[in-house]
Each structure stands twice: as structure tokens, then as C-alpha cells.
């Protein structure tokens, strides 16, 4: 047998001890290279570690969280009701009512809806308006744009702002004021509404077209009858 036949042989079975020699040395280097490389990833992972955990200590534990007055709570179709001092119901819908953290006793409303009684055993009387506002402790309603008010005796006023306190059953505006009724028609350039809705004052000014046998209703203020 020929010495070229002879080392296939030997190499074939995995005798060729040269080969061996050189495939355990490329496997004890790949080894220390993979022993290395993990030695290198632990302390990366360590310093990560450290790091993390300094930041935090030296941002410290506290959080602060600001409140932002502009958030808001949205409430759709609320509503309110309560007592007038006298003891009579009066009932406060809307559409929509927004609620700030900047004002937390007040509500923002949108086509505010107030129902209420001049009397005991009186039809109910309505003032609405396109928007509004509520003060759920002192319970005054401020309305404005497009006010409509409507009392059970016949009387209708239209104006720009209105200021109900519900409680005292008393009314009050600083805008110009229209008003139809039985003691006959006026424009106002602000008014007042007392004695349970039945006395109108008009301030600054007034023009009207009385009915005299209903003219004690009326009480111009610096304004001409």
C-alpha cells in the first residue's frame, strides 16, 4: 500500500494528528474569545446598572404633579335644582356643562334652561339663554347672549345678560333690555327684577309705552317714563 493511501486512510478515520493539533487550538482560541466577550458584555451590563440606579437616586423619589387649571370635566344634559329662601323648587338644565379646576364651584353652560316659581301655586316661569354659568354654592346664574325670559303673569323680556340669583328670586343686567308686558312695553339700558319678579327697575336711561293702570310695576331710575 502506497504512503498517498495511507494518509487518506488515516485521515479519513481521524488519524492525522497534525489536523487534530491545529482544530483544538482554534477551539481553545474561540473559547477564550467567547470567555472574553461575555467578561466585556457583564460589565457593560453592570455600568449600565450603576448608571441607572445613580440617576435615580440623585433625581431622587419626589414627584411633582402641576394641576393645570385648564383641564376640564364635560357633562352632557346635567341637572341642578334647589330651593329659592322661600322654599320654592327651581330647576337648571343645559345641553352641556363644563367644569374647570380653576373654577371648581362654577360651570360653564351651554343653552341653559332655568325653570322657577314666583309664588306658591304660581304656573311655572323660564329664562334660557345660549350660554351661561353656575355657582353650585352661592347658586347664581349668570346668562348671556340671546337671554329669553318668560313669567307666568305675561311678562317677556329679551336681553344680552342676566344675572339670576335664584335664592333671592331677584334678577339684574348691565346690557340693554326689551320688555312686553301687562303695564306695557320698555327698553331699558340695565334693569333689576325684585319682589319676586313682580318690580321692574330700569337704570340709565329708558323709553316706554305704559299702560297707567299697571304703571306701579314700573320704576324708572335715572331714565324718563
Wanted: charged residues 30%; hydrophobic residues 40%.
Amino acid at each position: 500500500m502506497s504512503s498517498t493511501t495511507t494518509h487518506k486512510a488515516s485521515e479519513a478515520l481521524g488519524l492525522w494528528e497534525p489536523k487534530r493539533t491545529l482544530t483544538l487550538e482554534a477551539a481553545r482560541r474561540h473559547s477564550h474569545r467567547i470567555l472574553l466577550l461575555r467578561r466585556i458584555l457583564y460589565g457593560f451590563a453592570a455600568l449600565l446598572l450603576f448608571l441607572l440606579i445613580w440617576q435615580f437616586v440623585s433625581q431622587g423619589t419626589k414627584i411633582d404633579i402641576e394641576d393645570n387649571p385648564e383641564e376640564s370635566v364635560k357633562m352632557i344634559n346635567p341637572r341642578y335644582t334647589g330651593r329659592t329662601d322661600d322654599g320654592l323648587p327651581f330647576y337648571l338644565t343645559s345641553s352641556e356643562a363644563i367644569r374647570t379646576l380653576a373654577k371648581q364651584n362654577e360651570v360653564e353652560l351651554i343653552n341653559p334652561v332655568l325653570e322657577f316659581f314666583r309664588e306658591a301655586g304660581a304656573e311655572k316661569s323660564v329664562i334660557i339663554a345660549d350660554k351661561g354659568s353656575y355657582d353650585d354654592v352661592t347658586k347664581v346664574l349668570n346668562l348671556y347672549t340671546a337671554v329669553d325670559l318668560k313669567t307666568d303673569d305675561g311678562n317677556h323680556c329679551v336681553t344680552t345678560h342676566a344675572r339670576f340669583f335664584t335664592k333671592a328670586k331677584t334678577i339684574e343686567g348691565d346690557e340693554p333690555i326689551h320688555c312686553v308686558g301687562d303695564f306695557g312695553e320698555v327698553n331699558g339700558n340695565a334693569y333689576e327684577i325684585l319682589e319676586d319678579y313682580r318690580v321692574f327697575v330700569f337704570k340709565n336711561g329708558m323709553d316706554a309705552v305704559l299702560d297707567q293702570d299697571s304703571a306701579d310695576k314700573i320704576d324708572p331710575v335715572d331714565g324718563e317714563q
